[in-house]
């Protein structure tokens, strides 16, 4: 994580150099798991090498050159909160996560966009694969578009994560039910610009059998 960053007005975003600038990076991990066959059991608290799932991408994010990572709890919240014990994040409850993702975005990009950020990166929670360069790649190309959209791609393909100017935060009141970040960037007409990373972007553990396929044990 970097130390510092510039931190600029509202109205002098559209006009920035291309300079370092703050960079946030929300995590979601509210969500229900509901696609899980084991109950009770959170897919972001399945180990991988022995760290939950969560705490491992939380640590590539605040290894990453972004200024700071919020992350948003709502299911087993207090569960998520203890898996990334000790680790300097600020968090952001939910307490609608069961009405959908765009809950989880709507409080997620205001807080990160309060903090006076002029990047805001969207990061899922349940994806394995994604690491502290692949974070970086994204950071970079977004420092040198100026203001642009940036996506994670595979061979073309949109998927996640995704670099938002946040001026577009404001705009997730919008949101509602399972509607993600897509809408929002749609209708900014921002250039959108694609990163390829390979299949980290696409690779998410919705199942119990793709967590398992990517290397993953539930927790007991």
Do not use: Y
């Not at 807080?111 to 994604?130: E, N």
């Not at 073309?156 to 935060?169: E, M």
């Amino acid at each position: 994580m970097r130390s510092g960053g510039s931190v600029l007005t509202t109205d002098d975003r559209s006009t920035l150099p291309r300079v370092s600038r703050h960079i946030s990076i929300v995590v979601l991990a509210a969500g229900r798991s509901s696609r899980m066959l084991s109950g009770t059991r959170h897919k972001l608290l399945a180990t991988f090498d022995g760290i939950p799932l969560i705490r491992r991408l939380v640590q590539r994010a605040l290894a990453s050159k972004a200024d700071q990572v919020f992350v948003v709890t709502g299911h087993q919240g207090g569960k998520i909160k203890s898996a990334l014990d000790g680790l300097a994040v600020t968090f952001v409850d939910n307490p609608n996560f069961g009405t959908g993702i765009a809950s989880s975005l709507k409080v997620g990009l205001s807080v990160a966009a309060a903090a006076q950020t002029h990047a805001i990166m969207v990061l899922h929670g349940d994806m394995p694969s994604i690491n502290t360069r692949h974070l970086d790649l994204l950071i970079d190309e977004f420092e040198s578009n100026g203001n642009a959209v940036v996506w994670a791609t595979c061979r073309g393909t949109r998927g996640n994560p995704v670099v938002l100017p946040s001026s577009i935060a404001t705009e997730a009141s919008q949101l509602s039910g399972d509607t993600g970040a897509k809408s929002l960037i749609q209708s900014s007409g921002f250039q959108i610009v694609p990163v390829e990373i390979g299949l980290a972007a696409l690779n998410d553990v919705d199942t119990e059998e793709q967590l398992l396929a990517a290397g993953g044990r539930l927790s007991e």
